[in-house]
T-cell receptor, first 116, second 113 residues
Framework: NAGVMQNPRHLVRRRGQEARLRCSPM?????VYWYRQLPEEGLKFMVY????????ESGMPKERFSAEFPKEGPSILRIQQVVRGDSAAYFC??????????????FGSGTRLTVV | GQQLNQSPQSMFIQEGEDVSMNCTSS?????WLWYKQDPGEGPVLLIA?????ELTSNGRLTAQFGITRKDSFLNISASIPSDVGIYFC?????????????FGGGTRLMVKP
């Protein structure tokens, strides 16, 4: 029973490059959430997606950031033209369709993005 | 936006001691959660609280959902070295728009054997 799978675990990008972070939710989960954690801080909500739909992107910067959760395949968080301030740990969580609260809310191990 | 104030920011205690940490919010939540995060890993759920006033235990951990729905505390009794890590509170407002979490800033716990 695989959990939420994120890859890569570590990603190094030069300023101006693109970063693509992938998240495969738990089997049977159709809701995906992305959170960002800056060093020494708590997690901050970015975006909430269901299959093929963005439900809430209120926490995601308007510029350079985008997210998708296609019908087939993992959810992708894309950061274009990365800057040093994008360096952080990015966590994905998934929950089942019935939204039974946090009992169904499982986090992946995260992708640590370093921009050099 | 909603903010959670978590205290203390860090604690350095002796093995065997009890630990207490708390969170307060400027807004009401209908669920309070406590997570532990180990280095290089994602948060792992420890305790979930769903009703105001609820007191819940999980082994040596006890947490309470404040009666005002704006605060929660977590106690760890008889701490052991493997309790080391960062503990986060999180508030959740479950509604038709989703069930996003608002996290506190974390309490870094260090346990001296």
């Amino acid at each position: 029973n695989a959990g939420v799978m994120q890859n890569p675990r570590h990603l190094v990008r030069r300023r101006g490059q693109e970063a693509r972070l992938r998240c495969s939710p738990m089997k049977g989960h159709s809701h995906v959430y992305w959170y960002r954690q800056l060093p020494e801080e708590g997690l901050k909500f970015m975006v909430y997606l269901q299959k093929e739909n963005i439900i809430d992107e209120s926490g995601m910067p308007k510029e350079r950031f985008s997210a998708e959760f296609p019908k087939e395949g993992p959810s992708i968080l894309r950061i274009q033209q990365v800057v040093r301030g994008d360096s952080a740990a990015y966590f994905c969580a998934s929950s089942p369709e019935d939204l039974t609260g946090a009992r169904g809310y499982t986090f992946g191990s995260g992708t640590r993005l370093t921009v050099v | 936006g909603q903010q959670l104030n978590q205290s203390p920011q860090s604690m350095f205690i002796q093995e065997g001691e009890d630990v207490s940490m708390n969170c307060t919010s400027s807004s009401i939540f209908n669920t309070w959660l406590w997570y532990k995060q180990d280095p290089g890993e994602g948060p792992v759920l420890l305790i979930a609280l769903y009703k105001a006033g609820e007191l819940t235990s999980n082994g040596r951990l006890t947490a309470q959902f404040g009666i005002t729905r704006k605060d929660s505390f977590l106690n760890i009794s008889a701490s052991i070295p493997s309790d080391v890590g960062i503990y986060f509170c999180a508030g959740q407002l479950v509604n038709n728009a989703g069930n996003m979490l608002t996290f506190g800033g974390g309490t870094r716990l260090m346990v001296k054997p």
